[in-house]
């Protein structure tokens, strides 16, 4: 029988379309916004950014659009499926070896795409995010399963696990950072109630406004993993970010 609702493939296909519209608005539409002006647009003044909107209205609504509402759907949904696939991983080592070895892939694409140079070391790409949330959950699974007491009593090592990760993502400047890792866990700890995880991953969001809605296919998801696409998006994330660094330089848009 076949169950009504989202597969974990369609989700991962939504997630990956919305990040598409987004680092094509950041890699090519922002950076026609600066070449019109917008940056010098910001130090003059109200008045002169008033009339740099007023200008160029078409684009920025554009860009507004890919990046600020298509585009936050993105992320909370790589959360979810990140602790769904953790939650049925055959081998949680291979997964957190696969995520380790696509984040150094993706790292020069990204680079190369946001700040055009193959290094720049002030920033890293999702893929360090996700392991590093991933490398939380294990650390909280080992906590719950090789300590036979109680509950009181692990807190203070689930706090230590999880501090540790959030300090890790700022410190490496991963994208999204602490705040990230921290979202990936509320799904996680509340996992086993559908609509506190929502609202709890919900909440973790609401720095960013429309992230939120990205719960909303989330909610309709029927536990079914879809068609296999899992290298798909690996492949996917490194590959379009350098197509589309190559057609920014080739606008001179780099």
């Not at 991962?12 to 916004?33: F, P, Q, Y």
């Not at 600066?34 to 740099?52: C, D, K, N, P, S």
């Not at 990140?82 to 291979?94: I, M, P």
């Not at 890293?124 to 650390?139: E, R, S």
Request: proline share 3%.
């Amino acid at each position: 029988m076949r169950l009504k609702g989202i597969t974990g493939s369609t989700l991962k296909m939504i997630a990956i379309l919305s990040m598409l519209i987004d680092h094509t608005g950041a890699v090519l539409l922002e950076r026609m916004l600066i070449q019109r002006g917008w940056y010098h647009a910001m130090w003059q003044g109200e008045e002169a950014l008033t009339q740099f909107y007023q200008s160029n209205l078409g684009l920025y609504a554009l860009y507004f659009v890919m990046r600020q509402i298509i585009g936050r759907l993105a992320f909370p949904i790589f959360c979810f499926l990140l602790v769904e696939g953790f939650l049925h991983t055959r081998s949680v080592l291979k997964y957190a070896c696969r995520l380790g070895i696509f984040a150094v892939i993706s790292e020069v694409p990204f680079d190369l795409a946001f700040y055009g140079t193959p290094f720049f070391w002030g920033y890293q790409n999702i893929f360090f995010t996700l392991l590093i949330g991933l490398l939380v959950m294990i650390a909280f699974r080992c906590i719950a399963e090789k300590l036979q007491t109680r509950f009181v009593l692990k807190l203070p090592l689930y706090v230590l696990a999880l501090a540790a990760g959030l300090v890790a993502a700022d410190l490496l400047c991963t994208d999204y950072g602490a705040r990230g890792v921290l979202s990936i866990m509320a799904i996680y700890i509340f996992r086993k109630v559908k609509w506190q995880q929502i609202l709890a991953g919900c909440v973790t969001f609401l720095w960013e406004i429309t992230a939120p809605l990205a719960f909303i296919p989330i909610a309709f998801y029927n536990g079914k993993r879809g068609i296999k696409i899992k290298y798909f998006f690996y492949a996917f994330y490194p590959v379009h970010l350098f197509l589309l660094y190559l057609i920014a330089y080739f606008c001179g848009l780099i």
